[in-house]
Nanobody, 114 residues
C-alpha cells in the first residue's frame, strides 16, 4: 500500500525560501513511473494545484508559482521535492503531496509572514 508523507513546512518571511519533501513508501521501483502533484489549500479556500512532476522529471506549474517554485524528484530516495523561493504571504497554505490513486499525506503547513 502506497503511503505519502510530507515535511519541510514552517514559517518564512516574505521573499524567503522553503523546501518541502514528499516521501513515498510502499511503491518500490514503481515510484519512478508515478506522476506526483503538489496541491495547496489556504484558509477558507479550495484546493489549488501547485506543481506536477512526471516520470521523466519534467515539471509543470500553476501560473501563480511559475518562476518561483521548482518541483523535482529523486527516484533513488522515492522522494519528491518542492523548492519554494521568493515566498509571498499568499503562498500561506497547507501543502499536500498527491501520488497514485489520489493517495496523499497529512499535509505540511507553510506560513509566509513578517
Amino acid at each position: 500500500q502506497v503511503q505519502v508523507v510530507e515535511s519541510g513546512g514552517g514559517l518564512a518571511q516574505p521573499g524567503g525560501s522553503l523546501r518541502l519533501s514528499c516521501a513515498v513508501s510502499g511503491s518500490g521501483a514503481k515510484f519512478s513511473l508515478y506522476v506526483m502533484d503538489w496541491v495547496r489549500q489556504a484558509p477558507g479556500k479550495g484546493r489549488e494545484f501547485v506543481a506536477r512532476v512526471i516520470s521523466d522529471g519534467s515539471g509543470y506549474y500553476a501560473n501563480s508559482v511559475k518562476g518561483r517554485f521548482t518541483i523535482s524528484r529523486d527516484n533513488a530516495k522515492n522522494t519528491v521535492y518542492l523548492q519554494m523561493n521568493v515566498l509571498k504571504p499568499e503562498d500561506t497554505a497547507v501543502y499536500y503531496c498527491y501520488g497514485p490513486n489520489s493517495t496523499r499525506g497529512q499535509g505540511t503547513q507553510v506560513t509566509v509572514s513578517s
